[in-house]
């Protein structure tokens, strides 16, 4: 197997370069209007009692929706009939076109949130200082829940780049439309096979009360059991789950060329 033919650096790196050049302009343009609106709610809230989670609450809201928006229609252009055709068409393997795709919606992302919010905080605070005599503290990307909220996101965004390729209008609502849908199915399905498989051990009262004298399980280890599911489950997600996605937005990509 010739890999040159499936990623090559120098290929890759023009094709981030390209889709940079592409981009950068309607960022600019969605950063500015995205730093009018937090600097009215930064000094509205200094104006009326100087609260001090507002980065933690604004930063993620920044970090998800707009990574969420990005991810959702960064393949956006294989969709559209006028375009598809120049982009299929470029000298590049798909694996490096997912790959730049994927370092631009996910790290890529990350990065530019980080620097963004960073001076939007420096700004904001030098403009509290200057009307009110008063700012909040400066924006530490280094915190520890802002390094949670940027690998969580990295996680999930996996899914809204493969909705981007699947779906060819509102991927994004799409996506959440079916993980709703997804997880009702889940959780009935679950409760279903709980009252169906433990209905035998577990006497079910009129008001819905479990009779743990004579269950044949103790309440301790029903705890330990749902503890150790959630902490499988947990692995799945970390460790699973974007890889998972990415191969099958690979898969698309090669079904999208054919």
Known sequence: MNWQNIFNWR????????????????????????????????????????????????????????????SSKIFGVIHDRRQNYVYLTLPASNCEKLVSKLTLSALGWVIGSVVFYFLFSVLAAAIGQLIWND????????????????????????????????????????LVASLFLIGMLIALFTGLMARIILAKYIPWHGNMTIDFDNYIFQSNNIESLFLTIGEIIKYLFLILMAPYFWVLSYIRLRETEV
């Open 135 to 174: 700012s909040m503290v400066i924006f530490n990307p280094f915190d520890n829940l802002y390094l949670k909220s940027a690998g969580i996101y990295l996680i999930l965004q996996s899914m809204f780049v493969f909705a981007s390729v699947y779906f060819k209008k509102n991927a994004m609502a799409k």
């Open 11 to 70: 290929r890759f790196v023009h094709l981030l370069k390209n889709e940079i050049m592409g981009s950068y302009r309607s960022l600019l343009v969605s950063a500015g209007a995205v730093s009018g609106v937090l600097m009215v709610i930064y000094l509205a809230q200094i104006a009326t009692g100087h609260p001090t989670a507002f980065h933690s609450v604004y930063y993620p809201l920044v970090l998800f929706i707009g990574g969420f928006l990005i």
